[in-house]
């Protein structure tokens, strides 16, 4: 079309992004920060600024890659679309010549999205894709479009020589034309018309009809030789297959869209697919087994900590936890390695586990452990719930490689993913939308959140068909991180307690805040900006509500046991507190399960005695907690324990043994198991050791005696475990890639200063002479005197000023007062009354009319 057949534009119709933006209400400006949150770092000076920013090719990536599947595709059909696109043209290439069912509501959505990240602009009938996105979408050489389309008819001939041209127009029946750029748009005409364009592929040989079926949905690039066979030599002819490069040819998009029948894309996803229920119980059957797994999860934290009360493993020198140490704590929690590192990054993402920050550093419990026991059990499921939600630390990456190829460890660093927190309060929320009760599917849990944030490299509609179904590992290549942390969330979520055999519990919505408290209904599209973070305050309220809700499912603390025969003893449910801290002293737990089974061993009873306890308070405590009866078998164990414990002592001399009985001093000298201990007789009463008597204890407790320490006054030490902590410490905190999602307050007083730096760069002034300067230039006398005049007018200025740092800005101020080589005024830039120095002012000029 030429320049005189060029339709007027007309005069609401912005001529670039920044005057699209500058005819935003502060609310859709408000929108745009809020989806791209890397154009407020720092805050632009105008609008002008912020679209240079928001159209800088790195913002845009982030932005595009945000965007759900069929945003993407609008995007992908607009940089193959004529600039600008009229609405009609646009939709031609997302549905089609058939026109596709539903999808007219779906690319007025996504218009309406792009339109709001500043990624489209122009009035509704002359839409424009930034730049910087028509190049990263649109097709090159270098690399193959999204939509799998090539070159329009213009670029594959622009090195063409006319000769050349005229005989292609020739052989495609099209009259010959005086020059180039006619026979370029005469072929152009051709390959867009449906008609015609069918007429010709119908004489076209069936060879050369299979190639272009192989070429049609890309990538549209092949490779010919220097003499082309028959087929291949019909299709270049008549221009349907364009030379690129020597032994290059490409299938022009003119062509390739009459054989698609229009369509940009081969597949088409303008909604999302539902998430599916797998299998649907009642929701009391689920609260009651997410309130059991729940209690399940306090009582591995428990024990953890417990295992790590006297001072934990060491930390590496790369930070973390070492194989070795992971697998024993895997051990005792009886587990498997990667549960077990769930376990220990949850107890250090609720601030319960940190370095002790000694010398040889070491993994300790901290203070803050103490008083999360002191808390009700549905209290202490909040805050390993709410820390978890929040966590950025992915525990589903232990055991694999960082970028350097080195393992990444439990508790090490590199195990940040900024994703984490976003894809898991997603995960629970798609889980809302089922029926109560109702566990997903896996494969439409990912299906939908692959629409919702297709994968890098899952472009397009080109071979791969869409990108809903890329980026699995049905071919064998390694899920993509999203897909693998939301499968993670589902597995984290059900040792938790937060879901119950797959299904989100009552206090699991609760725990979400208001979008998990009623299940919503399954939106048209879901909105692709990143959802805003809840406020602290709104997470303590959410967990609150949660604890609430979980509180009366938890089954209550028992006070009793039953004690058997066999020198056992069973919790048919969860103890009290300072029963069980008792009991796992004087007893060593055999199983775990419904109920918890403990045994009675001499070695048991004696870490009792150790621990200050007499045998007759030892009977007490199980005679006042048992159900049953004390059997006559335990009861004679702890008798016979307690006769022999202490009989023997021992103190430092190095180490000395003590007792009145020679004879047991006589047998202990005659054991041969004693010459490691180097014992010798000082009295008929002592013996005396070069051990030290730590090591002498231990060896006469290995030989069957049951020693006991003493003090240097004689008296019989209490030895209890030694709890040992960290300094306080509080829990990490979220580590973010790129900017944190900015709050309402801080998007508020961005726009106000955007708006306000745009009236200050805007404000139409009044000629000056040095037209060339950016600031106003005038001397010290004209400033005063102008500043003067305006503090009497009450008008509004137009002001050059250098800060303390050397910067120099532009400013709208209405002065108030002129005093003391000072200026208070109005400042509209930054819509607030400040006070400036004279001496920084370069000059000042009246604004117009």
């Known amino acids: 079309m030429s320049t005189d057949e060029q339709p ?17 209400d502060d609310v859709s400006l408000g929108a745009l920060l809020h989806a791209r949150p890397d154009l407020l770092s720092p805050v632009p000076n105008d609008l002008t600024q912020l679209a240079t920013r928001a159209a800088t090719r790195a913002s845009v990536i982030r932005a595009l890659e945000r965007l759900d599947r069929f945003a993407q595709q609008v995007a992908e059909a607009l940089a193959v679309a004529p600039e600008p696109a009229t609405y009609e043209e646009l939709h031609a290439l997302v549905a089609g010549d058939e026109g596709g069912n539903g999808v007219d509501a779906a690319l007025k959505r996504a218009l309406a999205t792009l339109r709001e990240q500043a990624l489209i602009w122009g009035a509704g009938d002359r839409v424009r894709l930034v730049r910087a996105a028509r190049e990263l979408l649109a097709p090159a050489p270098q690399y193959p479009s999204p939509t799998g389309l090539g070159p329009t008819v213009a670029e594959a001939t ?82 349907l297959l364009l030379p690129t490069s020597p032994g290059t040819v490409v299938l022009p998009r003119e062509a390739a869209l009459h054989l698609r029948a229009g369509r940009a894309h081969r597949a088409l996803v303008p909604v999302p697919p539902p998430v599916e229920p797998l299998r649907e119980h009642r929701p009391q059957v689920v609260d009651a087994a997410a309130a059991s797994q729940a209690y399940m999860a306090l009582d591995m934290i428990e024990e953890l900590l417990k295992d790590w009360d006297e001072g934990g493993p060491t930390v590496l020198r790369a930070g973390g936890l070492s194989v070795r140490d992971l697998k024993r704590t895997a051990v005792a929690l009886d587990v498997p390695e990667p549960v077990a590192a769930f376990w220990v990054e949850l107890a250090y993402a609720a601030g319960l586990v940190a370095t002790d920050g000694d010398a040889d550093e070491r993994y300790a419990v901290t203070p803050a452990y103490d008083d999360w026991q002191e808390l009700p059990a549905a209290e202490r499921w909040s805050v390993l719930a709410r820390a978890w939600l929040t966590a950025t630390r992915t525990a589903g990456l232990i055991g694999g490689r960082d970028g350097k190829d080195r ?29 109560e009760g109702a566990s997903p599917t896996p494969e439409s849990m990912l299906a939908r959140l692959r629409w919702e944030r297709p994968p890098r490299g899952a472009a397009g509609g080109g071979a791969s ?14 899920m993509e991180l999203r897909a693998r942390i939301a499968q993670w969330t589902l597995n984290e979520a059900e040792l938790l307690g937060i879901t119950g055999r797959g299904a989100l519990s009552a206090h699991g919505r609760a725990l979400l805040g208001p979008e998990g408290e009623e299940t919503p209904p399954e939106p048209a599209a879901p909105e692709t900006a990143p959802a805003p973070a809840p406020a602290p305050a709104e997470l303590a309220a959410s967990a609150a509500r949660a604890a609430r809700l979980l509180a009366p499912l938890l089954p209550e603390p028992l006070d009793h046991v039953l004690l058997q025969a066999d020198l056992t003893a069973v919790a ?53 907690h048992s159900r049953t009866p004390v059997p006559q078998p335990l009861a004679y164990l702890i ?21 009145d009985d020679e004879a047991l001093l006589n047998e202990i000298l005659a054991d041969k198991r004693s010459q490691g201990l180097r014992l010798r007789r000082l009295a008929p009463t002592v013996l005396a050791a070069q051990a030290d008597p730590g090591a002498l204890l231990e060896g006469l407790r290995s030989m069957g005696f049951a020693p006991a320490a003493e003090s240097a006054e004689g008296d019989v030490l209490i030895t209890r475990a030694h709890a040992h902590r960290s300094p306080p410490r509080t829990a990490p905190e979220p580590v973010h ?70 910067s120099a800005s532009q400013r709208v101020i209405a002065p108030i007062r002129v005093e003391g080589g000072f200026v208070t005024a109005y400042d509209h830039t930054a819509d607030e009354v400040r006070t400036y120095p004279l001496h920084r002012v370069t000059g000042v000029a009246e604004l117009a009319e």
């Open 572 to 624: 048919p449910g969860p103890l009290g507190r300072p029963l069980a801290e008792t009991l796992s002293v004087l007893a060593d737990v055999e199983s775990k399960g419904g109920a918890t089974v403990y045994r009675f061993t001499p070695g048991s009873v004696r870490r009792a005695l150790d621990a200050g306890k007499s045998a007759s308070d030892l009977h007490a405590f199980l005679a006042a």
């Open 8 to 24: 007027q534009r007309p005069a609401d119709t912005p001529r670039s992004l920044a005057e699209a933006l500058r005819s935003r």
């Open 407 to 435: 393992t990444l460890s439990a508790l090490g660093p590199h195990l940040d993913r900024s994703s984490a927190p976003e894809i898991r309060r997603r995960v629970l929320t798609l889980l809302t939308t089922l029926p």
């Open 737 to 806: 890639d790129g900017p944190p999602l900015p709050d309402a307050t801080l998007i508020g007083s961005a726009v106000r200063a955007i708006r306000a730096g745009d009236l200050a760069s805007t404000t139409p002034r009044k000629a000056t002479p040095e037209a060339g300067d950016t600031l106003p230039r005038t001397t010290a006398s004209e400033t005063l005197a102008t500043m003067q005049a305006a503090v009497l007018t009450g008008e509004a200025l137009w002001i050059g000023y250098v800060n303390a740092e050397g």
């Open 639 to 659: 008798d016979d324990v307690a006769r022999k414990h202490g009989h023997l002592r021992i103190g430092a001399a190095s180490a000395y043994v003590r007792c």
């Open 465 to 478: 068909g869409g990108g809903v179904s890329s980026g699995a590992s049905a071919s064998g290549a390694p």
């Open 158 to 239: 622009a090195g063409m020589s006319p000769n050349r041209m005229q005989d292609i127009v020739a052989a495609a029946g099209l009259p010959s034309t005086h020059d180039a750029v006619s026979a370029v748009r005469s072929l152009t005409e051709l390959f867009t018309d449906r008609t015609r364009m069918s007429a010709l592929l119908d004489e076209a040989p069936a060879e050369s009809v299979e190639v272009l079926s192989r070429l049609v949905w890309g990538p549209p690039y092949g490779q010919v030789t220097a003499d082309p066979a028959r087929h291949l030599r019909w299709l270049l002819d008549r221009g």
